[in-house]
């Protein structure tokens, strides 16, 4: 059994999503980040860095349980724990590595960039908004000329695009007019349509959250509440 201590947020669908599609038996834990529950100890236990996602699996490497941290380490080992959505073929299997870097490395934190100083900072800076929303439009563009002769980012349907998915949702958010990279879009709509994951998106969907952030929430997030020493 895997449990998964998550939230409804971009890092947490990728691994609803992995679990749905490896039909692996699962129970989610939903990880409050705007009460601060990510920094129970509880919870710091098992994710040192008080970030969603974690696992624990208790049926781990040698039949021991093992807890992970960080979305893409969870990817990995659900996909060797498996067998699936990471080619056993060396060529194959560093593409998929790559753009999974690729995603921790440049969509996570430049799309979140961008989605704060665009939607939640407190004061609008133009330079950090003209900044991240254009990387995020050259990211778009990296992707869009690779998936042109290319159905899926790493060739066929892999971790690497359950990774980037989850980020490419609502790209006018961060000023990105997506229909100019139809590349993007066509692998966008093939994976949304995939019932896996609309399963792992509705994950605890009913706990989105809407509307304007309090100031509660703002604090906790990026006030001295998250950089508080532990």
Known sequence: MIDAYSWPTPNGHKIHIMLEETGLPYKVHG?????????????????????????????????KPISIFESGAILIYLAEKTGKFMPKEARARYQVLEWLMFQMGSIGPMFGQANHFRAYAPEKIPYAIDRYTNEAKRLYGV????????????????????????WMRYGDRRGVDVSEFPNVVRWFEAINARPTVVRGLDVLNANSRSGPMSEKEREILFGATQYKKR
């Open 143 to 166: 992707m869009d000329r690779r998936l042109k002769d290319h159905d899926y980012i790493a060739g066929d349907y892999s971790i690497a695009d359950m990774a980037i998915f989850p």
């Open 31 to 63: 990880i409050d980040i705007g009460t601060g529950a990510q920094f129970e100890p509880a919870f710091l236990k098992i994710s040192p860095n008080n970030k969603i996602p974690a696992i624990v699996d208790s049926d781990g490497p040698g039949g």
